[in-house]
């Protein structure tokens, strides 16, 4: 394929694992985050902080914004972003979490996209736990 026939559009993929070693901090933290956003409609932020309170993932979802990640990143603009965390059991020793896979480990990993909605987002049923999932679309 030539460069004229190539897409514009780029799929970043990024996965990581938090250990939350200071609950109240994160919340805390979400808290004040849904009382700063000028955005939030005032019926959600009840809802929201009352969500934040109850798990840490939430919390988290709350605090993590994908254009923080690449809006400094010459030459590209964010076209749609999708995120979401969960309570995960985790043991670092196990092969399960080595993150050194490279593209093909990760398509027999993921069934090759069998599991995957027509966004490329995994299917909710795959999920672990509960947890919060924030969407964004910057245009």
Known sequence: MTTAETS???RLR????????????LTGAALGHIDS??????DERGHARAAVQEDDAEALAYLVDPFDLVGGVPGV??????????QIEYDPTSAE????????DMDEDMGDGEDMDEDGSADENDQVGGGGEQNARRM
């Open 8 to 10: 514009r559009f780029v």
């Open 14 to 25: 990024v996965e990581l694992v938090l250990e939350v070693i200071g609950p109240a901090d």
């Open 37 to 42: 956003d000028e955005f939030m409609p005032e």
């Open 77 to 86: 603009e964010l076209a749609q972003a999708s995120w979401s965390s969960e």
């Open 97 to 104: 979490w080595d993150l050194g896979l490279d593209d093909e």
